[in-house]
């Protein structure tokens, strides 16, 4: 009997949700976050050994494919605003220091050791550059997700690898942009071209944020106290995330999900009602639907049979590349910015993972030319690598520690 196309991707995304919820499960008994076991599930359900998408009950796996990955992106977008609900600028603030060194170190150290990795293997000096501007990127969702989940989030640690990543996100974002304005075909950018890059991104957070501190509380607040919309006050939220992640992309020329953490950031300073409702619909909605679908997605399309295995010694080496230079670059930022050793180390261990922000970034490089099939395929694994060790080895950093909690920021609680 033949179905639909729908019926296939409410077949598909029952079983995505429910290996996502046992995987997680089993993960917690074991001692692991859930997102450890989410990770696995999608390697196991992906081309590395289950391929569910090409199983014979689905007609066409291509665009089921891209209905999985359009329902990820909603995903870490919301599981981003969720983050920064959970934080306060003024704490962000109270780690400045830390996030400048930690992300700048912790952006440049893995493009300087990965570019001579690369040429080691005989590829080109541009293939050599755009690997090294990939391993820059840092996905603070994975870190972020294992941090809530162990109740750390607020500690100094946690703190620091959020506004970290924010700076981060912003050098590998202005890497970006100048590699492809410089090296793709055809393409070429003046020095004002890439001033501008920068001027618009600076723009877009100073505005955002701005928008986000002095007048979404005040929002809020007021639409919770509202008879007609009290009850409406988590829809506007969302309606927020998904305008500011649409901002984040098209006026300010980065990711998506750096949109939304500063909406959350925002909401963050309602009054203790509206925030409670926003927070709790929030999560319901994220963790029940969305959020497993993004983990799941990313080992879905990992097809790690492809690894030739000449290339098997260059992934090994980029993957020490890759940890070792987030542990030290911000590391020793965040040392350099204040941080006592160890929570240096923790919070260095926290940047590892490499995650959606690496596989966007990898993918635009292939579409560019900017990076063959083969070297795509160790990249990706690189980053799969990356992005499943860093829930255990985050949990491992934080055992027998007791991280010192960032001193509560008050909300404001706006009148009129």
Known sequence: ME????????????????????????????????????????????????????????????????????????????????????????????????????????????VLMSIPAVLLFDFSSEEAIFVGVVLAATSVSISAQTLLEL???????????????????????LLLSVVIATMGPGTSASAGDLVWIFVRMVLYLVGALAIAWYVLPRLFNRIFRSRRLSGSTASFAL???????????????????????????GLSQTAERPHAQIVGTVHHISYAFLVPIFFVNVG??????????????????????????????SGFGALLGGFARGESFRLGVCMISRGEVGLIIAALGLAEGLLSESLFETTFLVILLTTVITPPLVRWVFKGHEPEEMKPAQRQKAQG
């Open 300 to 329: 879905l399309h990992a097809d790690l049979t492809r690894i030739g295995g000449s290339l098997v010694p260059l992934a090994i080496l980029l993957s020490v590349v890759a940890v070792v230079s987030k542990i030290v670059g």
């Open 239 to 265: 309606i927020a995330a998904l305008f500011f992640g649409w901002s984040a992309d098209v006026l300010g020329g980065m990711a998506a999900i750096t949109g939304a953490f500063i909406a959350g950031v």
């Open 151 to 173: 109740g750390l989030l607020r500690t100094k640690e946690g703190v620091g690898l959020l506004a970290t990543a924010v700076v981060d996100d912003i050098l590998a974002i």
């Open 3 to 110: 179905s639909s196309f729908y019926a296939q991707m409410f077949l598909a995304i029952g079983l995505v949700i429910a290996a996502a919820q046992f995987a997680g499960a089993a993960a917690r008994s074991w001692g692991q976050p859930r997102v450890f076991g989410e990770l696995l599930a999608g390697i196991v359900l992906g081309p590395t050994l289950l391929n569910m998408l090409h199983w014979d009950v689905f007609d066409n796996p291509e665009l089921l494919s891209r209905t999985i990955e359009e329902l990820a992106e909603l995903g870490v977008l919301f599981l981003m605003f969720t983050v920064g609900l959970e934080v306060h600028l003024r704490e962000l603030l109270q780690v400045g220091r830390v996030a400048i060194w930690g992300g700048v170190l912790g952006a440049s150290l893995p």
